[in-house]
């Protein structure tokens, strides 16, 4: 499974964005491997251009399989921020609960240079486009 990244799905999104990442997106959702989760959602519904677009973004990634932001993820989330501080590695709060929810769950696909900092202190699969 792979959790795609608010990084990626506006790489995907965009008129002229990257050939190499629409493909790998539309490779994963065709062979029906994507899930995501309610952070990611979010981030992608604050960009919406308008009403119908709000809309149509909501359906399409709601219809994915949700992996949950419950108690579990968010502890572990903040054992990594305060693991990563502790080692000068400053990543944002909302790529840790996006890592934390993707836990031996999915790998993340982004382009986000987060993950990548994630993934050197603690177990954790990511694909960078």
Same mark, same amino acid.
């Not at 608010?6 to 002229?16: D, G, K, M």
């Not at 491997?33 to 990634?61: H, S």
């Given at each position: ?6 990084? $990626?799905?506006? %790489? ?8 190499? @990442?629409?493909?790998? #997106? ?6 029906? !491997? $994507? @899930?995501?989760?309610?952070? *990611? ?5 604050? &960009? $919406? +251009?308008?009403? +119908?677009? =709000?809309?149509?973004?909501?359906? /399409?990634?709601? /219809? ?8 579990? *993820? #968010?502890?572990?989330?903040? !054992?990594? &921020?305060?693991?990563?501080?502790? !080692? &000068? +590695? ?7 609960? #996006? /890592?934390?929810?993707?836990? +031996? ?9 987060? =993950?990548?900092? #994630?993934?050197?202190? *603690? %177990?954790? %699969?990511?694909? !960078?486009?």
């Amino acid at each position: 499974m792979f959790l795609i990244d608010s990084s $990626a799905w506006i %790489e995907y999104l965009r008129p002229n964005g990257s050939q190499r @990442v629409k493909e790998r #997106i539309r490779n994963i959702l065709q062979q029906e !491997k $994507a @899930v995501c989760c309610g952070i *990611v959602v979010v981030e992608i519904l604050r &960009g $919406a +251009k308008t009403e +119908k677009d =709000f809309q149509m973004l909501r359906n /399409a990634l709601t /219809a994915l399989p949700q992996i949950p932001i419950d108690a579990t *993820v #968010i502890e572990r989330a903040a !054992k990594w &921020g305060f693991l990563l501080d502790r !080692k &000068g +590695k400053n990543v944002s709060t909302t790529d840790l609960l #996006i /890592a934390s929810a993707a836990y +031996k769950q999915a790998s993340i696909v982004h382009l986000d240079t987060d =993950f990548h900092l #994630i993934a050197a202190v *603690v %177990e954790l %699969e990511e694909e !960078k486009l």
